[in-house]
């Protein structure tokens, strides 16, 4: 069975950082790219980043390039997420997510159950 | 960016009802590669995560009950649930998967009449 676990979450100030882990289990996780996706309290989703299985391509949303870092460890079969500078527009839950399938296009399959960043002083 | 407009933003239902949910791209998600249609459909329920329902436009994903049909081609699709149960109450999403940055719809909330 496919799980992913996400952690790292929590109440954080404006300008400061945080690190998420989503660790993944029941597949080989080097296999697969993997995402991470938000949704801000009572809205809808938006997708935030994208690592490929080998870590060759990497993706941002706009609204968080140059300020957040995906990367993984597939030794450890963790999927990371750094945040940096952060603002209160970044609250919200934070899911991991694994691409459906190598090849074609980068639909979610599996998602982790989600930790909640909350960007406040 | 692929803009995703989704429509209604809320609906509501009685069981047993048949209820369709519109999506429509700003640019074709039609590949002329290979034909396909890269759209995907989620289901989320209250405090849970998404679900993927539907993928390549039509392809019901393993397990996902077949009143869930999705359809369409280009620009235009649309999400169809036969027979609504109480168990499908939730938010739905549509999501564009053929280019980065990979873009959701702004959701549909059925709710019961």
């Known amino acids: 069975e496919v799980q992913l676990v996400e952690s790292g979450g929590g109440l954080v100030q404006p300008g400061r950082s945080l690190k998420l882990s989503c660790v993944a289990s029941?597949?080989?996780?080097?296999?697969?790219?993997m995402n991470w996706i938000r949704q801000a309290p009572g809205k809808g989703l938006e997708w935030v980043a994208y690592i490929s299985s080998g870590s060759s391509y990497i993706y941002y949303a706009e609204t968080v390039k140059g300020r957040f870092t995906i990367s993984r460890d597939n030794a450890k079969n963790t999927l990371y997420l750094q945040m940096t500078s952060l603002r209160s527009e970044d609250t919200a839950l934070y899911y991991c997510?694994?691409?459906?399938?190598?090849?074609?296009?980068?639909?979610?399959?599996?998602w982790g159950q989600g930790t909640l960043v909350t960007v406040s002083s | 960016d692929i803009v995703m407009t989704q429509s209604p933003s809320s609906l509501a239902v009685s069981a047993g009802e048949t209820v369709t949910i519109n999506c429509k791209s700003s640019?074709?998600?039609?590949?002329?590669?290979?034909?396909?249609?890269?759209l995907a459909w989620y289901q989320q329920k209250p405090g849970q995560s998404p679900k993927l329902l539907i993928y390549l436009a039509s392809t019901r994903e393993s397990g996902v009950p077949d009143r869930f049909i999705g359809s369409g081609s280009g620009t235009d699709f649309t999400l169809t649930i036969s027979s609504v149960q109480a168990e499908d109450l939730a938010d739905y999403y549509c999501q564009q998967h053929y280019s980065y940055p990979w873009t959701f719809g702004g959701g549909t909330k059925l709710e019961l009449k």
């Open positions: 640019q074709s998600l039609l590949s002329s590669g290979n034909q396909k249609n890269y």
């Open positions: 029941g597949f080989t996780f080097s296999n697969y790219g």
């Open positions: 997510a694994r691409r459906a399938t190598e090849g074609i296009g980068n639909w979610f399959a599996y």
